[in-house]
Structures are given as structure tokens and as C-alpha cells.
């Protein structure tokens, strides 16, 4: 599990990023369900804070801008569910007015995967009602409003080159509000306040790189424990037979005996050596492992006893180092 730390973090890094990445002026539709908003310039709409949008939701949401404008909707991401049985059961529609009582711009509900698209309003303002069913969430959707007008573009209005007028504040915002890219072409974004992050984005990713290389050294840190001292522990309180042991000798029994499923270069000469190690007079007498097998008098499974005299090479016996945490 805690190999998983360092990957779930990232991810509620991302989440937390969405909300202080953009400079743009935003909300999240499950926190603001049948709100509103009045729109000088633009505004950005996201169907969830989450990674999926919720289950069993029904919310709309109105923005408005200034009389003589009209509010231009830029979806940028689009996923819904696909339809079931060719009908829509998580499905957005958008509204040219101030309530869902108003017509549909679009000419049916919206669902499965759209990619960018546009929708202007008539007049001043313009309702988006989002609804889904209990089951099958998607990413959901996000959406631009922009306040804009069509005709001559005033002094402090930016010409699109789709012949939408748009205010001069949002050249170079790094985001598309013309809906063509044409206010971002030749931005130089280096000057400050231009970058698309904001002071606490900087602090948030400096936060989760620091805990994401924290966690990864603990995920690491303990797989090395794991690996070099609690499976040996692990190891010891289980029982051998004698087809697990590469080497046999009657050694001191507070050592190990060398085997096939645990197993350290230290003993790399030692596993590769078909025949009995040397004899040591230290140790007594050294049997082959037939030997051992013959006079054990029972099956493969039989087991290597841990008291007494032991048929197993001992770490302390060979290399003599008593000490287990060496290892």
C-alpha cells in the first residue's frame, strides 16, 4: 500500500491544483448547484472538483453580462456518458435566457464525448442545467463564458479573427476566449501576472513535489526493511524440508541455513557448487545432502529441525557473523 502513497498524493495534488492554476475567475457546478453569476469579462465553469462528476445531480447555472452584450459559452472538455438505448441519461442542455424555461441553444441534450465547441446566447444572459443518472460518472466538462459583442469592436475591446469582440484585459490570459486562439497569438507570457498561475499555485506544487518525494523515500525506506530484515524474521518461523536446503553440514543452531527461496550473493559460490562444502574441523563432520536425506527416513517434506543438530548451513558457521541485522 504504501508504494500507492506517493501516486494518490499526486493525484490530490492535481485536484487541488485546479482551482489555483487559472487566474481566471471560476467555480465548480456541485458547489454553486442553481447558482448564478454576473460576468464583466469572463468566467469559467468546471461540472465537479472531483476526478468524476457526482451521480443524481440536477443543477443549473445563469451568468449574465452587460445589456448590449451577449455571453458566449467555450467548451473546452466535453465527456459525459455515452447514450444508453440512443438516449441521453447524463445529458447538459444550454438555455438562451435566464432559466431552464427559456429555449435550447442546442438542438438536443448534450452527452457522451464533444469536442470544442461554441454556443452564444441572443441576448444578455444564459443558463447551462447539467443532470445526471446514478450510475456510469465521466471527467464532466468545462466551460468558458465570455462577454461579447459582434459589429464594430470598441476601444477597449479585442477584434477577434472570428469577428467577436472581446475585452482587451483578456489578450494574452493564456486562455482562449475568442474561441479561435487569435487573442493569444504573438503573447509573450514571461511578464509577470501573465503566466497563468497564481502566487499560491507556486506554493501548492512546491508542497506536493516535497511530500510526493517524502512519501516515495518512506515507500522505499520500508520495502528495503521488508526486504533485509523482516522477511529473514518472516523466514525463521517457518519450517524447512529438506528439498529448500542447498547445503547441509552440522553446524551451531543459532545460525540459518542456506536455501533456495531465501537467498544473499554472500552464497552465490556456495548455491552454484553442486557438491558438499569443505570440511571445517571447527564444525565436525560435514554430510552430502543424500546422506542427510537417506537418514532422515521420511518424504521431501520432511523438516530441517531448528534444535540440536541442524542439516543446514549456518551463516554464523561459514562466515561467522553472528550478528542477524548484519543482513
Not at 435566464?98 to 441576448?123: E, Q
Request: net charge negative; proline share 3%.
Amino acid at each position: 500500500m504504501a508504494g500507492y502513497l506517493p501516486f494518490i498524493l499526486l493525484v490530490n495534488c492535481v485536484l487541488l491544483l485546479k482551482s489555483s492554476v487559472f487566474c481566471l475567475d471560476g467555480v465548480f457546478l456541485n458547489q454553486a448547484c442553481n447558482g448564478g453569476k454576473y460576468v464583466a469579462k469572463s468566467h469559467r465553469l468546471e461540472s465537479s472538483d472531483a476526478l468524476y462528476y457526482a451521480p443524481n445531480l440536477a443543477c443549473s447555472y445563469t451568468v449574465t453580462v452587460d445589456t448590449g452584450k451577449k455571453v458566449m459559452l467555450i467548451s473546452r472538455i466535453f465527456e459525459l456518458e455515452a447514450k444508453v438505448s440512443g438516449a441521453c441519461v447524463d445529458y447538459v442542455n444550454i438555455h438562451d435566457g435566464d432559466s431552464t424555461a427559456a429555449s435550447t441553444i442546442n438542438t438536443s441534450p448534450l452527452c457522451g464525448v464533444v469536442y470544442k465547441t461554441t454556443y452564444t446566447s441572443t441576448d444578455n444572459a444564459m443558463t447551462v442545467y447539467f443532470e445526471t443518472d446514478s450510475t456510469g460518472a465521466r471527467h464532466g466538462f468545462d466551460f468558458i463564458f465570455v462577454a461579447v459583442t459582434t459589429g464594430t469592436c470598441g476601444t477597449s475591446q479585442f477584434a477577434c479573427n472570428n469577428s467577436v469582440c472581446i475585452d482587451s484585459d483578456l489578450q494574452c490570459s493564456q486562455q482562449d476566449e475568442c474561441a479561435d486562439n487569435s487573442d493569444e497569438d504573438g503573447c509573450d507570457y514571461a511578464i509577470p501576472g501573465k503566466a497563468g498561475l497564481d502566487g499560491s499555485a507556486f506554493l501548492i506544487i512546491g508542497l506536493c513535489i516535497g511530500l510526493f518525494l517524502f512519501l516515495l523515500a518512506t515507500a522505499l525506506l520500508s520495502w528495503y526493511v521488508y526486504r533485509h530484515h523482516i522477511r529473514w524474521r518472516l523466514y525463521l518461523r517457518r519450517p524447512l524440508t529438506v528439498e529448500e536446503v542447498v547445503h547441509e553440514e552440522t553446524t551451531q543452531t543459532t545460525a540459518y541455513p542456506v536455501t533456495k527461496i531465501y537467498y544473499k550473493e554472500k552464497f552465490q559460490d556456495m548455491y552454484s557448487d553442486p557438491g558438499p562444502p569443505p570440511y571445517h574441523s571447527n564444525y565436525g563432520s560435514i554430510k552430502a545432502k543424500s546422506d542427510v536425506t537417506s537418514e532422515s527416513q521420511g518424504s521431501s517434506t520432511d523438516v530441517i529441525s531448528g534444535g540440536g543438530v541442524s542439516t543446514s548451513t549456518r551463516k554464523g558457521s561459514i562466515f561467522e557473523i553472528p550478528d542477524e541485522t548484519a543482513y
